[in-house]
């Protein structure tokens, strides 16, 4: 079951450390945190950087929910699990599956290229191939693209690297 814990903004890649050396892996599986590639113009030159695609949550992978709960308390910058109905919520299958094929073996989303033809978007290789439909609305010139996808139980926005290459 993937799980996800709620901390402090900054302290995702502190937490996921923390809790891959103080936890057994018998309990911790897996613990991700996922990021996205983007283009940032540096003193002339484009520069792929890598920032963090759902800031705030740690993604962890457990066979037992209530036990990881109670030895979370141990890790420094833990603020929550996130719960329904006053139960460890785990994402869904639909979830799961969306998070390791967008961001692969790496757990990171890589830029993506696309045209516009027609006021459509098209995408044509990278992460957002097929997923169109998640767009919101796009940057060009920050070669950003916005999405609204289902994650947590409600619509998520997250920003992702896609560049546009023409326009017709």
Known sequence: MWCVMRV?????ESV??????KLSSDLLKGCYVFYYQEKKHIQGE????????FPGYVFMVTEQ?????????????FAKLLEAG???AA???????????????????EM????????????????????????SRIDRHKRRAFLE??????????RVGLEIVSKS
């Open 8 to 12: 402090r903004v900054g302290s995702e």
């Open 46 to 53: 484009w520069v792929i950087r890598e920032n963090i695609l």
């Open 86 to 88: 006053g139960e460890v």
């Open 91 to 109: 994402l869904t299958e639909d979830e799961v599956d969306f998070l390791t094929v967008f961001g692969g073996k790496e757990q990171t989303v």
């Open 65 to 77: 929910a209530d036990r990881l709960s109670d030895e979370l308390i141990r890790i420094k910058g």
């Open 16 to 21: 996921r450390l923390q809790c891959q050396k």
């Open 149 to 158: 996808m289902p994650m947590f139980g409600e619509r998520q926005k997250v």
């Open 112 to 135: 993506s290229e696309g045209v516009i033809e027609q006021s459509r978007i098209r995408v044509y290789s990278g992460p957002l191939v097929g997923k169109e439909r998640y767009i």
